[in-house]
């Protein structure tokens, strides 16, 4: 009676595990069954890689499931905005990216977020808004949502052509299996989006032309968009995992002038700017990578900023020379008058000639000098009229003469003497006449600045030539001085913009950075050397072809 009893008990405990009327046999063959499931769950989860497409995900999964449940079509629906897209599916039945129809029963399902069994022998309207059923003659359907984080992100089918081919038995199954799928897929959804963010901002990188480096303490770089600073000397190739001082900079040690440890300290962005040899200026960003409140990481931008100083020193000096000319004009308008009286009334006596020898003398040197300040005032008229100079031919021994007039005076008071020589067949260049004034007022002034402190004889040489070379001939101006001469050391610098050995209340570095600047507009340059016996030589030069004209050549003469 009591062994009775225990197996009366046993069987009752085996219906409650199993929910079937089952000897031991059937019940250990259904929870092997149930393992198989659970093992090809977890197996598919394991061959499924974060990197792979949704039919690839799809695939995987078909390959495994029949050996568990009845499946001969297995799909993906998913939410694409407001609507819910045939994504993949196995096999395929030529439905794939189509929207499903608002009145289908897998929007049912996103909108009752509750996993269903559909037996399909009788439902001619289901039929017709489930492609895939009606396409692949399917009799059941399983359909269960696919929910991350409280949000329906799709529906997973599971079909079958034969007639009740699931029951309450697979429902389990199939909803750890949806879960399952929402989760990878969810997380090749991600892992896509940080792909492509991750693709945009390299490429983005990778686009600036400014250097950009990722440094960390040791000045080593972590990352760089592969661009560099322009040095003469650069070594051939050097890793981008160097220092950064060796990558950006070509040197072999840490640059005096950086600013990482002052970055490190203060934990705020720190700026340089810093001029090469080459004549170029570069703007050096120092930022501070934080992380949890310290420095990580420093990013260095570095921007070359040549063209856009040596534009600002070409508009300050515009300015200066637009004041200088307004200011010129006045003067020669109020002198203009007077001059004309005096040259008119000496002309008047001359002409009576009731004059002793000695007083005609006299006022033959009132008349000549009176000509003389009327050259003057006229030449001070064509330099404040620099925004109406044309494009014209002009030669540059008339600019030689029409800069002496002007200056000529101011140099000789310094006990400086002006040589003239002038090549009578230099031909004509063409340029814009007041442009070319004021390089040679430059070279003029630097020059007479140069031998302030000489104590022999102060002497200036103006002179102009022809040159050939390469089939093209070239007007030259130079000016040369006997004076103190350039330091070799600043030599590559003397054209950089604000670049200057004088006082900061006689010059601004600018004069000829922006003499440079008009040559190349022409289509020239401007040489420079020391003599050997002392003293410095600056040279205009400009092609007499005007097909070598530069870019700029057109910008700088309507300036």
Known sequence: MKNQQLINEKRRIIENLTGINSSKISYYTEVKKQNNRLEIIHQIIKDINIDMSLGDIIERVYKKLPSVIHCEFLGLALMQEDDLVMTAMIPDCDCTGKPVPFKSLLWNVVRERKSGFYSLDGGQAVLQECPPVKILNLASLALDPLIVKSNVIGVLMIGSSRENAYLEDEMNFTRQLADQLGICIENARLYEQVLKSKSEWEETFRALTDPILLIDKNYNILRCNNQTVELPDRPGQVSPKSKCYTYAWGRTEKCE???????????????????????????????????????????????????????????????????????????????????????????????DGENNESNTELLKDVYNCGL????????????????????????????????????????????????????????????????????????????????????????????????????????????????????????????????????????????????????????????????????????????????????????????
Do not use: W
């Not at 990013?299 to 010129?328: D, F, R, Y």
């Not at 002497?459 to 001939?473: A, E, L, N, P």
């Not at 440079?516 to 020391?530: C, F, K, S």
């Open 257 to 351: 002038y950086c600013l990482m440890d002052e970055v490190m300290i203060t934990k705020a962005p720190a700026y340089r700017r810093m001029q090469m040899e080459l004549g170029k200026t570069y703007d050096v960003h120092y930022y501070p990578v934080l992380k949890d409140g310290q420095v990580e990481s420093v990013i260095q931008h570095i921007k070359n900023v040549t063209e856009k100083i040596k534009m600002e020193a070409q508009l300050m000096e515009s300015g200066k020379l637009a004041a200088i000319g307004e200011m010129a004009a006045g003067v020669a308008h109020e002198l203009n008058s007077p001059m004309t009286v005096i040259i008119g009334n000496s002309q008047m006596i001359l002409r």
């Open 372 to 559: 003389r300040c009327k050259k003057i005032i006229q030449n001070l008229l064509t330099f404040s009229r620099q925004d109406q100079r044309p494009m014209s031919r002009t030669s540059l021994n008339d600019v030689v003469d029409r800069v002496l007039s002007l200056i000529q005076y101011q140099i000789n008071r310094n006990n400086v003497e002006i040589n003239v020589e002038l090549d009578p067949d230099l031909p004509k260049v063409l340029a814009n006449e007041h442009q070319l004034d004021q390089v040679l007022i430059n070279f003029l002034l630097n020059a007479r600045d140069a031998l302030e402190n000489s104590t022999g004889n102060k002497k200036i040489i103006i002179s102009t030539q022809i040159r050939k070379s390469d089939q093209t001939t070239y007007a030259i101006a130079s000016v040369a001085d006997n004076g103190e001469g350039i330091p070799q050391e600043n030599i590559t610098k003397i054209f950089n913009p604000f670049f200057t050995t004088k006082a900061a209340t006689r010059g601004t570095g600018l004069g000829l950075s922006v003499s440079l600047g008009i040559a190349e507009a022409h289509g020239g340059t401007i040489e420079v050397e020391n003599n050997p016996e002392g003293g410095s030589k600056f040279s205009l030069v400009i092609p007499v072809n005007t097909e070598n004209f530069g870019a700029g050549g057109e910008a700088f003469a309507q300036s």
